[in-house]
């Protein structure tokens, strides 16, 4: 059998972060070969993918990062399939090269064909499956850009929010971060009532009206009853009129206009492993 030394185990696992033992094992069938050796490993995780490819990948993390200048923001979801593996610190640490990568790309499709240290994502994901004995994979992928992006990753990396205002002034990167924070635990379903769908309008007069009927309200009163609700459907569904969690008696509007006259909200985007 060929000899491998200690240190060159330690080399190769440096190189792909497999374990110990299957390191020396691809070493001794490659005879000290290191490209051949990582080729080992690689076919390895490929069969370790194939096998688990129909299993659920609901756990994970969620990372949201910015650029330098606050002009573009991404967020993604590395997904696994359990929440020990979430937690391992290596995992957290590779789903934030990736969202640091994320921001130079398009689409989801684009951050898996880009370099990763002379592999695609793509390959990268399949090789870490190999080595951790889990399915891995990109779950969500959003971006958000324009005059000030700032991003929240809620304590755990279950959670994480980007919120983009409409200038870059001072006290943004604060205001920014909290109304990121609002959209973390709000979960807002658009950032006001001209973003809702017609559909969601309709669906909530039509479940409110039936209410309002078993509850004997007058045929005549509903459609100003409704008026109501739906404006609080408003306030309670979109970020702009929502209370503003550190300061109950504002909307999330009137607090960035505490910061800036004409400082608005105008967008956000949310992922969450829940």
Same mark, same amino acid.
């Given at each position: 059998?060929?000899?491998?030394?200690?240190?060159?185990?330690?080399?190769?696992?440096? /190189?792909?972060?497999?374990?110990?033992?299957?390191?020396?094992?691809?070493?001794?069938?490659?005879?000290?070969?290191?490209?051949?050796?990582?080729?080992?490993?690689?076919?390895?995780?490929?069969?370790?993918?194939?096998?688990?490819?129909?299993?659920?990948?609901?756990?994970?993390?969620?990372?949201?990062? $910015?650029?330098?200048?606050?002009?573009?923001?991404? /967020?993604?979801?590395?997904?696994?399939?359990?929440?020990? $593996?979430?937690?391992?610190?290596?995992?957290?640490?590779?789903?934030?090269?990736?969202?640091?990568?994320?921001?130079?790309?398009?689409?989801?499709?684009?951050?898996?064909?880009?370099?990763?240290?002379?592999?695609?994502?793509?390959?990268?994901?399949?090789?870490?499956?190999?080595?951790?004995?889990?399915?891995?994979?990109?779950?969500?992928?959003?971006?958000?850009?324009?005059?000030?992006?700032?991003?929240?990753?809620?304590?755990?990396?279950?959670?994480?929010?980007?919120?983009?205002?409409?200038?870059?002034?001072?006290?943004?990167?604060?205001?920014?971060?909290?109304?990121?924070?609002?959209?973390?635990?709000?979960?807002?379903?658009?950032?006001?009532?001209?973003?809702?769908?017609?559909?969601?309008?309709?669906?909530?007069?039509?479940?409110?009206?039936?209410?309002?009927?078993?509850?004997?309200?007058?045929?005549?009163?509903?459609?100003? /009853?409704?008026?109501?609700?739906?404006?609080?459907?408003?306030?309670?569904?979109?970020?702009?009129?929502?209370?503003?969690?550190?300061?109950?008696? $504002?909307?999330?509007?009137?607090?960035?206009?505490?910061?800036?006259?004409?400082?608005?909200?105008?967008?956000?985007?949310?992922?969450?492993?829940?």
């Amino acid at each position: 059998m060929y000899k491998i030394s200690a240190a060159d185990v330690s080399k190769l696992r440096g /190189i792909t972060g497999s374990g110990m033992m299957d390191c020396k094992k691809s070493l001794v069938e490659a005879e000290g070969d290191f490209d051949k050796a990582i080729e080992i490993l690689r076919k390895k995780g490929q069969k370790v993918a194939a096998k688990r490819a129909d299993r659920e990948s609901s756990e994970g993390a969620v990372i949201a990062k $910015v650029n330098e200048d606050h002009t573009l923001g991404a /967020i993604i979801s590395l997904n696994c399939e359990t929440d020990f $593996v979430a937690k391992n610190d290596d995992f957290v640490e590779f789903a934030y090269e990736l969202a640091e990568i994320a921001l130079t790309c398009a689409s989801k499709e684009e951050l898996l064909e880009t370099d990763f240290h002379g592999m695609t994502v793509a390959e990268k994901l399949v090789e870490q499956t190999g080595v951790i004995g889990e399915k891995i994979e990109i779950g969500a992928f959003k971006r958000a850009d324009g005059p000030f992006v700032e991003a929240y990753i809620h304590t755990g990396n279950k959670i994480a929010a980007l919120a983009t205002l409409s200038a870059n002034v001072e006290g943004a990167e604060e205001a920014a971060h909290n109304v990121a924070m609002q959209v973390a635990a709000m979960n807002p379903i658009a950032l006001d009532e001209t973003q809702v769908s017609q559909e969601t309008i309709d669906k909530e007069l039509e479940i409110e009206k039936e209410l309002l009927i078993k509850e004997g309200k007058p045929e005549n009163i509903i459609d100003n /009853i409704l008026k109501g609700k739906i404006q609080k459907f408003y306030k309670e569904n979109t970020l702009v009129h929502q209370e503003y969690i550190k300061e109950s008696k $504002v909307s999330v509007a009137d607090y960035v206009k505490k910061v800036s006259a004409d400082l608005k909200v105008v967008g956000f985007e949310r992922v969450a492993l829940v």
